[in-house]
């Protein structure tokens, strides 16, 4: 049974900073791409960041470059979001996702994704 579970959200002042991790169980790590999505009230469910199994790419929304930063540990079977300077825009409750694809590749799309955490949440107040 494959599970990934988010944790480390919470509210946080316009401003602050927060990471979340995601910890995924009953599939190889390694093999798998990771994502962070988010999803606002009312709004559909973007694409923030995404890693590829090597680590070695990654990929960000322009609405977050340069404040957010995905890291994998492997060994940990963890994905991570640190999250800087937030602002209230960046409110939503946020999702991993791990997707089979290939080694040196990090996407965007939540096509390329086959398993979904079921989120955590995220306010910044301003």
């Known amino acids: 049974q494959v599970q990934l579970v988010e944790s480390g959200g919470g509210l946080v002042q316009a401003g602050g900073s927060l990471i979340l991790s995601c910890v995924t169980s009953?599939?190889?790590?390694?093999?798998?791409?990771m994502g962070w999505f988010r999803q606002a009230p009312g709004k559909e469910r973007e694409f923030v960041a995404a890693?590829?199994?090597?680590?070695?790419?990654?990929v960000y929304a322009d609405s977050v470059k340069g404040r957010f930063t995905i890291s994998r540990d492997n060994a940990k079977n963890t994905v991570y979001l640190q999250m800087n300077s937030l602002k209230p825009e960046d409110t939503a409750v946020y999702y991993c996702?791990?997707?089979?694809?290939?080694?040196?590749?990090?996407?965007?799309?939540?096509?390329?994704?086959?398993?979904w955490g079921q989120g955590t949440q995220v306010t910044v107040s301003s």
């Open positions: 890693i590829s199994r090597s680590g070695g790419t990654t």
């Open positions: 009953g599939v190889t790590f390694s093999s798998y791409g």
């Open positions: 996702a791990a997707g089979r694809y290939n080694y040196y590749s990090a996407y965007s799309s939540s096509h390329q994704y086959n398993y």
